[in-house]
């Protein structure tokens, strides 16, 4: 009897001993990854392309993220999402960093600390070609039909600054496309390069002569609330690639590569 005891005490421990060496080697596997939330409808920042046959995530963004995990020693993991679940997923933990084209304003800011801003860009108000008299300033959106990206800087932009517009959200930059050349809405508000990069696909489409700006300007990351680790480690990286002139090369490539989306 007490053979046994002790020969099952033994198996036991052995399991036990097995169950922890594969959580720690699940742990390690975790942790050397980096976790990166993106909304990959948004050239140049980030979008998909087809490479030898496969989906790919490009994007000056993903270079970016690409830069961050090589400093950190750790393999990149693109987890594409909608953009207005980027922050939840941040704070849920499914994943470690956002970089999306992001603006730091004071909501998201409730819900994230963000680094240093990467790169600024200009605003573009699209219109359908055959509109490009009908709009050309801001006082000319009175009842007009803008759509938007849900839960960007863009939102603001338009409510505040295209005067009694009637403001529309939608969860993907490729609908806002479709919505426009559909006439279901007559502009939409992008950040310029993404806008640019749509424009040259479709030749009905204009950026209009019409003049909005970000108060808030520019992109950053965002990461969990009180990661200061990380979040040291990001701007360190960003103040690196600034200096290399490495993020006006990422964004240089995009543009140019984003030359060849199609809708």
């Given at each position: 009897m007490m053979k046994k005891m002790l020969?099952?005490?033994f198996l036991l421990c052995v399991v036990g001993v097995l169950a922890l060496s594969f959580t720690a080697c699940v742990k390690q596997t975790e942790t050397d990854k980096l976790v990166v939330g993106t909304s990959a409808d948004y050239p140049p920042y980030e979008w998909h392309i087809m490479q030898n046959g496969e989906d790919?995530?490009?994007?000056?963004d993903i270079d970016i993220a690409q830069e961050i995990a090589k400093d950190m020693g750790k393999e990149l993991e693109i987890k594409d999402m909608n953009f207005s679940s980027l922050l939840g997923a941040l704070e849920a933990g499914k994943v470690d960093l956002v970089l999306a084209g992001m603006t730091p304003d004071d909501e998201k800011k409730k819900?994230?600390?963000f680094s240093d801003i990467y790169y600024t860009a200009e605003q573009g108000v699209i219109i359908r070609l055959e509109?490009?008299?009908?709009?050309?300033t801001v006082d000319d959106f009175q009842s007009v039909k803008v759509s938007v990206q849900q839960g960007t800087s863009q939102e603001k932009i338009a409510a505040e600054q295209l005067k009694g517009c009637q403001l529309k959200t939608l969860t993907k930059v490729g609908d806002l496309i479709l919505d426009l050349k559909a006439k279901k809405c007559d502009a939409i508000v992008l950040e310029l390069p993404v806008a640019k990069a749509y424009v040259?696909?479709?030749?009905?489409?204009i950026i209009s002569e019409v003049q909005v700006?970000?108060?808030?300007?520019?992109?950053?990351?965002a990461v969990?609330?009180?990661n200061t680790e990380l979040l040291e480690q990001v701007n360190k990286t960003l103040k690196r690639l600034a200096d290399e002139g490495k993020i006006d090369e990422f964004v240089a490539n995009a543009i140019k590569l984003s030359s060849g989306i199609s809708e």
């Open positions: 020969k099952k005490s790919k995530i490009v994007g000056f819900n994230a600390d509109d490009k008299d009908k709009y050309k040259e696909e479709n030749p009905d489409l700006i970000d108060e808030v300007g520019g992109s950053a990351a969990k609330k009180g």
